[in-house]
T-cell receptor
Framework: AQKVTQAQTEISVVEKEDVTLDCVYE???????LFWYKQPPSGELVFLIR??????QNEISGRYSWNFQKSTSSFNFTITASQVVDSAVYFC????????????FGTGTRLTIIP | ETGVTQTPRHLVMGMTNKKSLKCEQH?????MYWYKQSAKKPLELMFV???????ENNSVPSRFSPECPNSSHLFLHLHTLQPEDSALYLC????????????FGPGTRLTVL
C-alpha cells in the first residue's frame, strides 16, 4: 500500500514571506512518481509538478521550488516571496509505476497568504 | 475548448431525481477518472476508465453509474442520491493509468436536498 502524509493542515503567512509545505510518502515500489497540485477556491486541481523516483535533482520554477529526498521519503514544496494569489489548498500525491496502485493523495495543506 | 471540461458546474437535486454529470477531455488521453471530494475528507477515487473500459470501481454505491462512450467523454449518472453524496465531483484524464500526470476539470459542485 502507498500513503502520503501532509502533516500541516493549515498554514498562514504574511505576504512576501517564504513558506514550505511538507510531504512525506510511503511506498514499497522502487519506481514511483510524486506530484503536487494546487486547488484554488474555484475548485479545480491545477497540476504543478511531477517527479520520478530516479530523479532527485531539486527543481525550481519561478517562485516555486521542490526538494525531493529519498533518504527521508519527503517531497517538500517551497514558495518564495509568497503572494495572495498563492492562497489555496495544496495536495501532494504519489503514484507507483507497477501494480494496481492508483494516484494516492495526501489530505492537503490549506495555505493562506495574509496581505 | 482546451483541457478537461465538466458540466454542469453546479447542480442541486432532490433525492428522487435523476441527473448526469458530463466530462470531456481535449488532450487526446486514453484514461479518465471520477473523484469525489467531500468537505474535510481526502480525495476519493470512484471510477477509472482506460481505453473506454472500466478498470476500477472503488466500491462505489450503485446509485452512481458511470458511462464512457469513448476516450474523450465520461458521464456519471446519478439516481436516488442521499444528502451525504453532496460533494465536489472531479473528473480527470491522463495518457496512461500508471504514473502519468492526471489533469483535472473544474468539478461539479453537487448538493442533494
Amino acid at each position: 500500500a502507498q500513503k502520503v502524509t501532509q502533516a500541516q493542515t493549515e498554514i498562514s503567512v504574511v505576504e512576501k514571506e517564504d513558506v514550505t509545505l511538507d510531504c512525506v510518502y510511503e511506498t514499497r515500489d522502487t519506481t514511483y512518481y510524486l506530484f503536487w497540485y494546487k486547488q484554488p477556491p474555484s475548485g479545480e486541481l491545477v497540476f504543478l509538478i511531477r517527479r520520478n523516483s530516479f530523479d532527485e535533482q531539486n527543481e525550481i520554477s519561478g517562485r516555486y521550488s521542490w526538494n525531493f529526498q529519498k533518504s527521508t521519503s519527503s517531497f517538500n514544496f517551497t514558495i518564495t516571496a509568497s503572494q495572495v494569489v498563492d492562497s489555496a489548498v495544496y495536495f501532494c500525491a504519489l503514484s507507483a509505476n507497477f501494480g494496481n496502485e492508483k494516484l494516492t493523495f495526501g489530505t492537503g495543506t490549506r495555505l493562506t497568504i495574509i496581505p | 475548448e482546451t483541457g478537461v471540461t465538466q458540466t454542469p458546474r453546479h447542480l442541486v437535486m432532490g433525492m428522487t431525481n435523476k441527473k448526469s454529470l458530463k466530462c470531456e477531455q481535449h488532450l487526446g488521453h486514453n484514461a479518465m477518472y471520477w473523484y469525489k471530494q467531500s468537505a474535510k475528507k481526502p480525495l476519493e477515487l470512484m471510477f477509472v476508465y482506460n481505453f473506454k473500459e472500466q478498470t476500477e470501481n472503488n466500491s462505489v454505491p450503485s446509485r452512481f453509474s458511470p458511462e464512457c462512450p469513448n476516450s474523450s467523454h465520461l458521464f456519471l449518472h446519478l439516481h436516488t442520491l442521499q444528502p451525504e453524496d453532496s460533494a465536489l465531483y472531479l473528473c480527470a484524464s491522463s495518457q496512461g493509468i500508471r504514473g502519468d500526470t492526471q489533469y483535472f476539470g473544474p468539478g461539479t459542485r453537487l448538493t442533494v436536498l
